[in-house]
């Protein structure tokens, strides 16, 4: 079976080969470093070999408690902020029909997530939507402590049991939490809830092939397995005794590395499939979540083309140079649908009839990538050969496998994300949380 392939070669106009080359030594001692556990933030490598680590019994816990949700709610809603929902809305997306929530024949949950906001109106309309609909919870919290999902999942609790009485209820809701501290598990324990357990070693955007990312994907019902599978091959090829040159999660690193020192400092994640979108979101998480911290790290974003190319197009092909992009590319379409031929030609493509649309794509994918390069875009190239699980779960160990190197090569620590408590101790003195008389007075004197 093939793999997902990186092509690099498109950004040896902006930096040369040997230089690229040139980092085999400090890349292995990156992966040394992971391997042995021996550098900043060896407590959080959970991730590291979880793909081969995960068994069979697991899975089918995963894939039973799924069931149980599948055969009793029209709704699934994942409470759940950051890496706590990024890793299961990216697969199940790009998995999905693009107009999943509205196809009448459904033989799965329509997934929804809350908690990643604090939208009244959003959290007004959820309830209202859910008034008339047969749901289940899935509650994602590692802390357990998260004020976002906490005052979700508080208010769908209450009107689960208010719908559907306290003891169904409890057989709807399942936490997936720490094994022993936070609100949620004590929560968890007290109603009886179905539970899975986040490892202390995996950090939350490191946690899509943890129950945090498998039972939602389960219950939209993908194949887990095959997802597992698929990380799991990658988990091989990055491995610690692969050849530099053999490594992509290796060469990537090196080679993004390469082109921040040399002034890329903003890297874009390019799709051509709007179902990977949200893949992108995860992927901006990942990365910067990982590297932006100590005044450094290249600021990650994501386009979804052809849209972009009609709006920040025009910023990629002609504004500040500090850019490089990494297209994800699908060779192979799960449908297929002919340009059609028209009668009169009056928009003159009639030299397209007959062509697949995908053809076009690639096309708009072969020419995008020549006039960026052509603009001083260095090209990234990921390709899988379809878009599966077994690719999905490729394509997700290998992004994680380059952060953990690339965060390395950086100098920073990748596992840890000290800047997020900034807004978060700000919004606790303003709403006058207790134990924070002194923060509360010193912030209101500033406003
Ligand atoms: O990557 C991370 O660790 C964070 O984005 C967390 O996932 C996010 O803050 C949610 O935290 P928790 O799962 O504890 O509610």
């Known amino acids: 079976m093939e793999n997902i392939k990186l092509s690099i070669d498109k950004a040896f106009g902006f930096v040369s080969k040997e230089s690229v080359a040139a980092y085999k030594a400090e890349v292995a001692a990156a992966c040394k470093t992971l391997h042995t556990g021996s550098g900043k933030g060896s407590e959080y490598l959970g991730w590291l070999n979880l793909p081969s680590s995960i068994d069979n019994e697991h899975l089918t816990d995963i894939e039973n408690t799924a069931k149980i949700l599948r055969d009793n709610c029209e709704v699934v809603v994942v409470v759940g902020i950051g890496g706590s929902y990024l890793g299961s809305k990216a697969v199940n997306d790009a998995l999905s029909s693009s107009f999943d929530w509205l196809l009448a024949d459904r033989k799965s949950p329509i997934m929804i997530h809350a908690g990643q906001n604090i939208g009244e109106d959003y959290l007004y309309e959820l309830q209202e939507l859910l008034k008339t609909k047969k749901f289940g919870i899935i509650s994602i919290s590692k802390s357990g402590t998260t004020t976002e999902p906490a005052l ?63 039972l939602p994907i389960a219950v939209a019902g993908f194949d887990v397995r095959e997802l597992v599978k698929g990380a799991a091959k990658m988990e091989e090829v990055c491995g610690q005794d692969a050849a530099f040159e053999e490594n992509p999660a290796a060469q990537y690193a090196a080679v993004r590395n390469e082109l921040y020192r040399k002034g890329k400092g903003i890297e874009i994640l390019v799709n051509f499939h709007p179902k990977l979108h949200f893949f992108g979101e995860w992927w901006k998480q990942l990365y910067g979540e990982s590297e932006g911290k100590e005044n450094k790290g290249i600021f990650p974003a994501a386009v979804d083309f052809s849209a972009d190319l009609h709006s920040m197009g025009q910023w990629i092909q002609e504004g500040e140079r500090s850019i490089f992009e990494t297209v994800i590319s699908i060779k192979e379409t799960n449908h297929t649908k002919i340009f059609p031929t028209s009668e009169d030609n009056l928009d003159g493509l009639n030299f397209l009839a007959g062509k697949p649309v995908d053809f076009v794509n690639k096309m708009a994918e072969l020419g995008t990538m020549l006039a960026h390069v052509d603009g001083g875009v260095p090209n990234l190239r990921l390709e899988l050969p379809r878009l599966n699980e077994y690719y999905l779960g490729q394509m997700i160990y290998f992004f994680e496998k380059a952060c953990g190197i690339s965060g390395y090569l950086l100098g920073v620590n990748p596992f840890d994300q000290p800047g997020v408590e900034a807004y978060k101790a700000n919004m606790f003195a303003l709403l006058e949380k207790p134990g924070f008389e002194a923060e509360t007075k010193a912030i209101k004197a500033r406003l």
Do not use: H, M, W
């Open 152 to 214: 979700a999942f508080r208010l769908l609790k209450t009107q689960l049991e208010e719908q559907q009485g306290k003891a169904a209820a409890q057989k709807l809701i399942v936490a997936i939490t720490d094994k022993s501290r936070g609100a949620l598990r004590t929560l968890a324990t007290q109603e009886g809830y179905k539970t899975f357990v986040i490892e202390d070693s995996i950090g939350g955007r490191f946690s899509v092939l943890s129950p945090v990312g498998l």
